[in-house]
């Protein structure tokens, strides 16, 4: 049964209804506080075609909540899949040994699945997949971060990122800074991708308690990358975007810095919103034919509002100009949840969930683009993740087999 006002799918395999869930939200300022094979880890990776080239399927394409997508072939299988465990703030990148580790906000004792680590986890992290078969896991796996974070800060972390430099793994991670509550960044660092990462100190903590959060590193023309919420280049209640470029050791060299966006530069993360503050967070920069582009959330996390923005940045990660909102991205999201109490969002998602957000965007092994975003349950308030192929047609980015 379809919610009022949902799409319903054009296409169903004969004989089975799949419903599968997909991931979504990150949270505005309130949000602080807070069918394949399973191997033993808690992958589940999908039976996928007989000549080992693109990922492996999932189930088929049973739901297609975007009527602007094209319609994929007969016969093709849709990967796109959600994790059972409770995985907000999603980061994936793909390890030395093949598999892929994703990584996610701090969870309580006895809170989601578990195939390893028990009480609290830090930084828990899923590990699934194998080459270019993404796939997604029920269980968290461990902590990548046992020790919590540093003596800077206190309390839990929220939307760690991860990139290999080097030979070092960077994990960039949001805490509240000791004693006063101000959302600042942290660094942290690790031989290995599941940890355990060592805290190295804080690395961005505006002044005038403005917050620093959501950092996502990555790696482009030998260097390294963060782009993070930076709420020091606008005034309260206004939010904003930003990304600089770091030193051999993570350490940022601030005269890079550049503007990606600001919440002025979009509208649709205040419509029908709770609180004051114009929320945009999680960017993620991704390279596609020469171009950059950048990915981020607005709106209320625990809402139907809560959806994806995509941005057009140019030749550079490091852009002279801010990027631009495509596809009337300034009165709607690119992503988002269609049905009852929408944004009217350019494009939905693959299981078409409520309040998807937090997307990052990866690389498979064999270069292809992938993502990973929450979605919000509204029944238990939970946020679990999901992964599917980012595609191209005519009209855009697409998400989907």
């Known amino acids: 049964m379809t919610a009022p006002g949902t799409r319903v799918p054009r296409r169903l395999a004969a004989g089975l209804l799949a419903a599968l869930l997909f991931a979504c939200g990150d949270d505005p300022a309130s949000d602080f506080g807070d069918g394949g094979s399973f191997p033993v880890d808690g992958s589940r990776v999908d039976a996928g075609p007989t000549d080992g080239g693109s990922e492996d399927g999932g189930q088929p394409d049973a739901f297609e909540a975007d009527a602007n997508a094209p319609e994929p072939d007969a016969g093709v299988e849709d990967p796109t899949v959600s994790s059972e465990f409770w995985l907000a703030d999603p980061d994936t990148v793909l390890g030395l040994d093949g598999s892929y580790i994703s990584y996610g906000t701090t969870i309580g004792p006895g809170q989601g699945p578990r195939c390893g680590g028990v009480g609290e986890l830090f930084v828990p992290y899923l590990v699934h997949g194998s080459g270019n078969t993404v796939g997604i896991s029920d269980c968290a796996a461990g902590d990548a971060m046992p020790s919590g974070p540093g003596a800077w800060a206190e309390g839990a972390i929220w939307a760690p990122g991860v990139a290999r430099y080097g030979d070092r793994y960077f994990m960039y991670y949001t805490a509240s800074r000791r004693g006063t509550g101000q959302k600042c960044v942290g660094r942290a660092v690790a031989s290995a991708a599941r940890g355990p990462f060592t805290d190295q100190g804080e690395w961005a903590c505006p002044p005038m308690g403005r917050w620093a959060i959501d950092a996502n590193p990555i790696v482009a023309d030998g260097q390294l990358l963060v782009a993070y919420r930076d709420d020091a280049i606008n005034s309260f209640p206004e939010t904003g975007l930003s990304v600089v470029r770091t030193d051999a050791n993570g350490w940022a060299d601030w005269s890079t810095r550049r503007d990606l966006l600001r919440s002025t530069d979009v509208d649709w993360e205040t419509i029908a919103v709770s609180g004051t503050s114009r929320v945009i967070e999680n960017p993620s920069l991704f390279l596609h034919e020469g171009l950059w582009y950048v990915t981020y959330s607005g709106n209320n996390w625990d809402s139907p509002r809560y959806a994806t923005g995509l941005a057009l940045c140019g030749p550079s990660p490091l ?75 005519d009209g855009g980015f697409w998400v989907g087999p």
């Open 319 to 393: 852009p002279a100009t801010p990027c631009t909102p495509l596809r009337d991205g300034v009165r709607r999201p690119y992503f988002g949840f269609m049905g009852d109490g929408d944004l009217d969002p350019y494009r939905g998602l693959p299981g078409n969930h409520e309040g998807p957000g937090g997307m990052d965007v990866f690389n498979a092994a064999d270069g292809s683009l992938r993502v990973i975003w929450h979605w919000w349950q509204r029944s238990d308030g939970t946020r679990r993740s999901a992964v599917g192929r980012l595609l191209e047609d």
